[in-house]
């Protein structure tokens, strides 16, 4: 029987969702008025590859996938690097990269508590991850000779 999400998991997918949204309408109405195309499609790509994040995780957490962790832990790395990036691209020096650690120190606030949980939800609810065997190396074995080809050299 597939296990039933806890109440979390439906809570941090509502707010994966609404971040998703939120980048969604990044994608569509960003603009930096015609004077920086790079930038307006550095923003609404990096945006995309958020709400695409946002998508899967959210599946993840409101269908109890066994998923649900790495997908939120990756939304989490994804926002973190997006906020670095874009701050010191809109910045134009590292001094960005300050301002951005100050936002990320304030949203880890609430996004580590929720990694954590959806962590700890889904060890309980599938086990913990067993590493799989590594697959076999193949044999390597000379191809039969044809008939009336020469024989193989001794070395």
Same mark, same amino acid.
């Given at each position: 029987?597939?296990?039933?999400?806890?109440?979390?998991?439906?809570?941090?997918?509502?707010?994966?969702?609404?971040?998703?949204?939120?980048?969604? &309408? =990044?994608?569509?109405?960003?603009? +930096?008025?015609?004077?920086?195309?790079?930038? #307006? *499609?550095? /923003?609404?790509? $990096?945006? !995309?590859?958020?709400?695409?994040?946002?998508?899967? &995780? =959210?599946?993840?957490?409101?269908? +109890?996938?066994?998923?649900?962790?790495?997908? #939120? *832990?990756? /939304?989490?790395? $994804?926002? !973190?690097?997006?906020?670095?990036?874009?701050?010191?691209?809109?910045?134009?020096?590292?001094?960005?990269?300050?301002?951005?650690?100050?936002?990320?120190?304030?949203?880890?606030?609430?996004?580590?508590?929720?990694?954590?949980?959806?962590?700890?939800?889904?060890?309980?609810?599938?086990?913990?991850?067993?590493?799989?065997?590594?697959?076999?190396?193949?044999?390597?074995?000379?191809?039969?000779?044809?008939?009336?080809?020469?024989?193989?050299?001794?070395?």
């Amino acid at each position: 029987m597939k296990p039933r999400a806890p109440f979390g998991f439906y809570f941090a997918g509502l707010f994966a969702g609404l971040f998703g949204t939120a980048m969604l &309408a =990044v994608v569509i109405v960003a603009d +930096a008025g015609g004077a920086d195309l790079w930038g #307006t *499609l550095f /923003l609404r790509t $990096g945006a !995309a590859a958020l709400a695409a994040l946002s998508g899967v &995780a =959210v599946e993840a957490l409101l269908f +109890a996938r066994r998923w649900a962790y790495p997908a #939120t *832990l990756a /939304l989490a790395l $994804g926002y !973190a690097a997006g906020v670095m990036a874009f701050s010191v691209y809109a910045s134009g020096s590292i001094l960005g990269l300050f301002a951005a650690l100050i936002v990320l120190i304030v949203s880890a606030l609430v996004v580590l508590p929720v990694v954590f949980f959806v962590r700890d939800a889904s060890i309980s609810l599938f086990g913990i991850p067993r590493p799989r065997p590594a697959a076999p190396q193949p044999v390597m074995r000379p191809a039969p000779a044809r008939p009336g080809s020469p024989p193989a050299p001794w070395w």
